[in-house]
């Protein structure tokens, strides 16, 4: 993690000095750098797995290409499947595939109702030590939707760059931890990107029943964040960018067959250094139940708020909202 970020801003320079026609953009330059840690960590992550785990067979060779094509190819050719820094396999590692039917309340395009497909991977576990080394734990996860000509409709990781357990490290059921966030979403609400760095705490507990409780809470410091914006400042740019802040919550419950209830709020603030006169507030609700069914088969449900409040200087107050339903059919592994 920390040895690829010179490669990383290095192609990032490259890219923006050598291989485009336009002026270097140094909003472009700081979100590929940026994103590039931890897109590019978790990628490789996943790759390394799909080989170290299940061997070189033709399917685990096309998955890990797809995750990470230079890691993959680099798999095959070498006979040596342990990559320096992620030898260490996860305590685990949990996908959800899902299709489904997402409804936008209160939209303005014609067709509301949308086929969704959404994917999501979680590796690791911090409190069965998965904290020692940058991302060994980690969530990434997206969705594409029908509908629009961007059909990329959210993308988001989220890294445990540090962990420090409080109290005993094999029975902790708190972490003090550090990570990397990239968010992004897309819909009628606004479109919005950001990288941030977060501090925060994370929990466990045991419940009866076989429940388990797990909450967090990360204050947030944005590197760079960009939202629409109706307004253009000196530049035609239909965007504002800068610095800012947020705060991430969620808790869920997991039960021991496989059942998961979650609920979740990401509010950012952004102050524009670039477009019109701004400060814009970024509003992510969230609840999402997964029931599962025998086998890897199990049904997802989810309900999401998205929320844009923007305050210009030089013209009127901007506010969205935009409510989604989502229904999925999901398979599960790990």
């Avoid at 260490?88 to 936008?104: A, D």
């Avoid at 395009?109 to 030590?129: K, M, T």
């Avoid at 931890?177 to 990288?195: N, P, R, T, Y």
Wanted: negative net charge; contains cysteine; proline residues 5%.
């Amino acid at each position: 993690y920390w040895e690829a970020m010179p490669f990383t801003v290095a192609g990032s320079f490259m890219w923006e000095f050598f291989g485009e026609a336009t002026r270097p953009s140094m909003n472009d330059l700081v979100n590929t750098s940026v994103g590039g840690f931890a897109i590019g960590e978790a990628t490789y992550r996943l790759s390394n797995y799909m080989l170290q785990a299940h061997g070189k067979t033709l399917f685990t060779a096309a998955a890990a290409l797809l995750f990470n094509p230079v890691g993959g190819i680099h798999g095959l050719l070498s006979s040596d499947t342990h990559n320096a820094g992620c030898d260490v396999l996860p305590s685990r590692l949990q996908g959800f595939y899902s299709v489904g039917y997402q409804h936008v309340v209160g939209g303005s395009r014609r067709h509301n109702s949308q086929i969704a497909f959404a994917f999501a991977f979680r590796y690791g576990d911090p409190f069965r030590g998965d904290y020692r080394s940058p991302f060994a734990s980690f969530e990434i996860g997206g969705q594409l939707r029908s509908g629009y000509w961007q059909p990329l409709g959210q993308f988001r990781v989220q890294g445990l760059v540090y962990g420090k357990p409080i109290g005993d490290p094999g029975t902790a059921n708190h972490i003090f931890g550090i990570s990397q966030h990239l968010d992004f979403v897309d819909d009628e609400a606004f479109e919005f990107g950001g990288q941030s760095f977060s501090a925060g705490l994370l929990s466990r507990a045991d419940l009866t029943g076989g429940l388990e409780l797990r909450t967090s809470a990360d204050v947030l410091g944005m590197v760079l964040g960009a939202v629409h914006s109706e307004y253009t400042g000196p530049t035609p740019r239909t965007y504002d960018y800068g610095p800012g802040l947020g705060f991430k919550a969620r808790a869920g419950l997991e039960h021991e067959v496989g059942a998961q209830l979650s609920a979740g709020y990401s509010g950012f603030w952004i102050y524009s250094i670039a477009g019109a006169e701004a400060h814009h507030w970024i509003h992510i609700l969230s609840t999402r139940l997964f029931v599962p069914a025998p086998g890897p088969l199990g049904a997802t449900f989810e309900y999401v708020l998205h929320g844009r409040n923007s305050h210009f200087r030089d013209f009127a107050h901007v506010q969205h909202w935009m409510p989604q339903f989502r229904v999925y059919l999901t398979v599960r592994s790990g």
